[in-house]
């Protein structure tokens, strides 16, 4: 099926929902533009709504500044949206609130204990410079990005690590084969397995 069919199929569709969701850490650029312009036309073409979503927890680098400069350039371009943070210039409004992330986070504790139960996520202990080490160790760039360390560490390694206080970070556990899709825009795309 074309983009294009892709398209007129949806457009009598007003359950439609996408989201524009940037994060507060410095100025409006070219990227979040781009996001949020092509998610406000979709939703503008499908009869749908745009969310806008602010992902705030990021605690060292949000600002409200940035926040600010934001919303100035949503406004500018005439980029509105339907539900939201400030959707109606006094708050936040619609029924997928918070709009803050740093707010979701009861919401996120339950969803991630679920995919970690059900084997679609694991924690991870390695810590940014472990995982350095181990990259530099393994002849690779070592800035080379996380290593799969931590995917098949045994519940007593799991419970060993907890008990030492060491702070995790939740990781997919992804597939091993390639991932394929077909992205409305760039038309089919595959991510390979290995990276």
Known sequence: MS????????????????????????????GLVRTALFNWAYAKKTGGKLLFRIEDTDAERDSEESFSQIIECLNWMGIDWDEGVN???????????????????????EVINKLVDGGYAYKS????????????ANGKYEMAGYDGYDRSLTSTQIEDFLKEGRDYTIRFRMPD????????????ITFSAES
């Open 177 to 188: 084969t390639d991932i394929t899709f077909n992205d409305l825009i760039r038309g089919e």
């Open 3 to 30: 983009n294009e069919n892709t398209i007129k199929n949806t457009e009598n569709n007003n359950d439609i929902k996408v989201r524009f969701c940037p994060s507060p850490t410095g100025s409006p650029h070219v």
């Open 87 to 109: 959707a109606d210039g006094k708050g936040s409004t619609g029924n997928d609130g918070p709009y803050r992330q740093s707010q979701r986070k009861h919401i996120y504790s």
């Open 125 to 136: 202990f390695s810590t940014a410079e472990e995982i350095k080490q181990r990259n530099i």
